[in-house]
């Protein structure tokens, strides 16, 4: 019995990965109705979120950021601006319009202190991925057995509530939805075999259970 996995170290040796895609940040409500039009038209969309951080011992911020990806583009939604719009409130509470996340139960506990919108119609990698012997939970480390290619993680502790977003950031908010995406997309394709990894690791029988 074994399970897939990777060390920190063999992922900084990885070629960083980068969207290639267009980015839209939606920061008024004249622009979500039309990004929502394009959501709806794909089969499968990556999602996530971006919080700004707090370093102050029980202070929490509310969700800032919420990107929802295409394999061509990401729409970054700047939650903090302008909530949680009808359109796209209806949009993640369809069960015919499938989602894509990881650790969504946190995401999920986000969106309700903005909004009361029960969302419907995502699957958690975190769940697919067992199906595959991967004993890993990040986005990155997931990413990166499957890919061989690194995710950054350089911009995630920065201010998602600042005035304007910087390419870095808008990079790195992408890559996270559209990842999601990738993953899903990958491992259901049927191409992933994973007796032929490179990263299986033996467990222990305690880790069995």
């Not at 990777?6 to 109705?33: A, N, W």
């Not at 969309?45 to 911020?61: A, C, I, L």
């Not at 700047?78 to 069960?95: F, K, M």
Request: net charge negative.
């Amino acid at each position: 019995m074994y399970l897939l996995r990777i060390d920190k170290e063999k992922i900084h040796e990885m070629e960083p990965v980068h969207f290639d895609g267009e980015i839209y940040v939606i920061d008024t409500l004249s622009q979500v109705r039309s990004a929502v039009s394009v959501l709806r038209r794909q089969p499968l969309v990556g999602f996530d979120t971006e919080t700004r951080p707090s370093f102050k011992k029980g202070v929490v911020h509310k969700m800032a950021l919420m990107q929802l990806a295409t394999p061509q583009e990401c729409f970054l939604f700047r939650v903090n601006r302008i909530g949680i719009p009808q359109a796209l409130s209806d949009y993640l509470a369809d069960p015919d319009c499938l989602k894509v996340g990881l650790s969504l139960r946190d995401d999920f506990a986000k969106l309700h202190t903005v909004t009361g919108v029960e969302p419907q119609g995502f699957i958690d990698l975190q769940d697919l991925v067992r199906n595959y012997q991967i004993g890993e939970a990040s986005l990155q480390k997931i990413f990166a057995i499957l890919f061989d290619k690194k995710i950054s993680k350089g911009q995630q502790l920065t201010n998602w509530e600042s005035e304007s977003l910087t390419e870095n950031q808008q990079q790195y908010a992408a890559i996270d939805a559209w990842a999601c995406g990738r993953i899903y997309k990958y491992l259901m394709s049927g191409a992933f075999n994973p007796d032929e990894s490179p990263y299986k690791q033996e467990i222990e029988e305690d880790e069995k259970a």
